[in-house]
């Protein structure tokens, strides 16, 4: 047997050795690979952001030089007082957004050539959010929303029902290839949501580079919010409310970055004797009401990693529950993603702050530097710190108005005047009513005379005079004093006890044992007339009103006990519709009025709805049919009067008041006026109260 030479061993144990060295070499090479196709897909990722930041920068540079090309020509002078905004690629389609002549002709000129926003408006916030989520429903955190974000459109100043330019350029109602109408949204370039800073999270959670630069607003993020807001599994109250406003889009489609479309859904009406095809009438309010949702922070994780990995299904955040969980307890929820005229500038226990954004395109939509809302825990001490100089404004209760007359007495006062801090006044009327609704799923107030006399028996010109200081207007339904639907030929019930006791005495309702409280034979049983009345607790004017309720309730025979709760407990209570009358007060939303949410019988026995006295009549059902979709303002002011006349007689609620509102700011804060007081500067206005947009402080002043 022939023995190998050594050698040959040697040689073999080398060039395994070789391709040993070689497949792991291969082997690290192709992980180098891989982790530097992850960099390079980051890069991408990177880069496609910066051309969409440099696209847009460049689009701005294009608008500049033809707005400078037109400023040059000898016969484009009108054109070129138009904004930048306004130079938009050409469609014979009409554009439903316009320029709003206030900010673009009649503002610049109050403010004069050389004005520059500056210094910091002071305000205080009663009580602390607990968290900044987009879909939270505390009333300031949206308020702040707004500040910080834009719309397809909004409203024109001072007038409702009037739409202008916002993020969308252009808003155009088109026909699809069936012949179905939607509408086309063409969005602005140059608007972008500013950079997360690392010092809103502490140390406690680094972030990724992607969260610390600037990105484009596009349609994405629009499609983002109405994924986020149709999405099931988000379970925030917010979201919820904004679902049912939504919830008639048939396909919302992006079209490009900067272009998506909306379809609603659509009802055969005959009008004129042909049948035609229509969208409710308030789909193009609630189209304009359309905001993005950052998608570059909640589709993410603090890493920069995606929360949902493969989200190619544009389905995928409509849809899925992981990513909805996690969105609702997002590591982000305590921020304010910005893009609007105002940037998020931080929170702590004491104070929630604003910076005007230098990037907005509108200048004059920020009217100083910066914004700051201090959190306070009583109205008493946001009075002693206004009075003090602290904040800029104070909205004072009815009953500190005898406490102010005292103090613009004092020398304290006097010496602040000397400085240039005098204090002025502001009444107006709020957006709101004051009411006792009765439950209607309780034997007691199934009747429409006990409903009626109930109101007879309560004197609320005593309420506004005694509770409020006069500062209160009676009202007689549910739509706002001043707006078209709201009709003024119904007169308020009057103060007639000997009428409210009549009515009870028809139902049958007499006080048979003597005892001073009426009964009534109820399914074989004899009950008499008492029932809780549930408030709460902490507001002073309604503890006061409702103990004046009681009172006079007594009078004609009826026990109300009352039931003052803390303000979890009345949420729990109205949403268990567990009461059996309830004292609140309802803000009113801008026209055009919906008054499906409150009134419509479909909501009468749903948990947690806003029809929470179960009320139901299916001819107001019939009546808020037609208003979805009649488009004549006549005969929709005749649908709003003939459905207000059906709820005056119901008398589901007792209207108590709308109130009055005093505010009270330091002078050397400037445009505060009601829009429709000021026809000279706004034509056609017709909003009753101020607004804060509009504010900025006079230097030599302050």
Partial sequence: ??????????????????????????????????????????????????????????????????????????????????????????????????????????????????????????????GKPDHLHPFAIWRSVIRWYGLCSVSVGKLETGKYESYTQDMASRLELRENEKGEPEYW??????????????????????????????????????????????????????????????????????????????????????????????????????????????????????????????????????????????????????????????????????????????????????????????????????????????????????YQLAEYERFIESAPYKEQVAKGLKIDRLDYVQQSYAYIGWNEARPFFESQKVRQALTYAIDRERIIRQNLNGMGLQTTGTFFIYSPSYDTSLQPYAYDPEKALQLLHEEGWYDSDGDGILNKVIDGKNVSFSFTLTYYVKNTITKAICEYVSNALKEIGIQCILNGVEVADLSAIFEDKNFDAFSMLWGLVAPPENPRQLWYSNAAQQKGSSNAISFANAEVDSLIDKLDYEYDPKKRIELYHAFDRILYEEAPYTFLYTPKKTLLYRNYLQNVFIPADRQDLIPGANMGEPLSDLFWIKESEN
Wanted: hydrophobic residues 35%; aromatic residues 14%; charged residues 25%.
């Fill in 1 to 126: 047997m022939n023995r190998e030479p050594i050698a040959l061993y040697i040689f073999r144990f080398i060039l395994g050795l070789g391709l040993f060295a070689f497949m792991a070499m291969l082997y690290w090479s192709s992980v180098l690979v891989e982790t530097r196709l992850q960099e390079v897909k980051s890069d991408l990722g990177q880069i496609k952001n910066e051309i969409h930041s440099v696209r847009s920068d460049m689009s701005k540079m294009q608008i500049d030089l033809l707005k400078n090309a037109l400023e040059n020509s000898t016969y484009s002078e009108n054109r070129a007082s138009k904004p930048m905004h306004t130079l938009t690629k050409t469609s014979h389609y009409e554009n439903l957004l316009f320029e709003d002549p206030f900010y673009n002709n009649t503002l610049p000129k109050l403010l004069g050539p050389d004005f520059k926003p500056q210094g910091t408006r002071r305000e205080a916030e009663f």
């Fill in 185 to 398: 949204i063409f969005l602005r370039q140059d608007v972008f949501w500013q950079p997360l800073k690392q010092s809103f999270f502490g140390n406690s959670l680094q972030l990724a580079s992607h969260f610390l630069r600037k990105h484009p607003v596009t349609a994405h993020d629009f499609k983002f919010f109405y994924d986020a807001v149709m999405n099931m599994h988000v379970s925030e109250t917010g979201a919820a409310a904004m679902r049912v406003s939504l919830q008639d889009i048939e396909e919302f489609k992006v079209i490009d970055d900067y272009t998506f479309t909306v379809k609603w859904k659509t009802k055969e009406i005959e009008e004129n004797g042909q049948v035609v095809s229509r969208m409710k009438y308030a789909s193009k309010s609630s189209t304009c009401s359309l905001r993005p949702l950052a998608s570059f922070i909640y589709q993410y994780f603090p890493d920069g990693k995606k929360i949902i990995e493969d989200d190619s299904d544009p389905e995928t955040y409509r849809t899925n529950p992981i990513w909805a969980q996690n969105f609702s307890n997002h590591w982000a929820k305590n921020v304010i993603p910005s893009c609007g005229a105002w940037e998020f500038d931080g929170m702590s226990d004491q104070e929630i702050r604003f910076k005007r954004n230098q990037d907005f395109y509108q200048p004059y939509a920020a009217l100083c530097e910066k914004i700051e809302y201090k959190f306070k825990n009583s109205q008493d001490a946001i009075w002693e710190e206004f009075k003090q100089g602290s904040f800029d404004t104070f909205e004072i209760p009815a």
